[in-house]
């Protein structure tokens, strides 16, 4: 199970954190990523990292802004999101992969197998 959390309202140029924890059967679980949807629209991909938190991805959109990080202790997976724009509008979701290689940080929806219930994260203009 994993809950997603620090989702909100934010003005264009601020900063928000999101938080994704996992818990129940956590040893199937390896790669984390943050996917984000908009009404109507196709999810995307976002951010994701590795097991081991030597590799990571990100969307063009979002490179340089946005970091990804994980405390594999806590089971849990951080999106620190800067100079936010309202284009970075969405419901966010962080899910989780299957094993697919220590240092895999997967983009592709379907290589992930759980996902949480996702954030709400607005930015006005």
């Known amino acids: 199970q994993l809950q997603a959390s620090g989702g909100g309202l934010v003005q264009a140029g601020g900063s928000l954190k999101l938080s994704c924890a996992a818990s129940g059967r956590t040893d199937s679980m390896y790669a984390m990523g943050w996917f984000r949807q908009a009404p109507g629209k196709e999810r995307e991909f976002v951010a994701a990292v590795s097991w081991s938190g030597v590799s990571t991805a990100y969307a063009d959109s979002v490179k340089g802004r946005f970091t990804i990080s994980k405390d594999n202790a806590r089971k849990m997976v951080f999106l620190q999101m800067n100079s936010l724009e309202p284009e970075d509008t969405d419901v966010y979701y962080c899910?989780?992969?299957?094993?697919?290689?220590?240092?895999?940080?997967?983009?592709?929806?379907?290589?992930?197998?759980?996902w949480g219930q996702g954030t709400q994260v607005t930015v006005s203009s």
């Open positions: 899910a989780v992969t299957g094993f697919r290689g220590w240092h895999a940080a997967p983009t592709d929806s379907s290589d992930y197998a759980y």
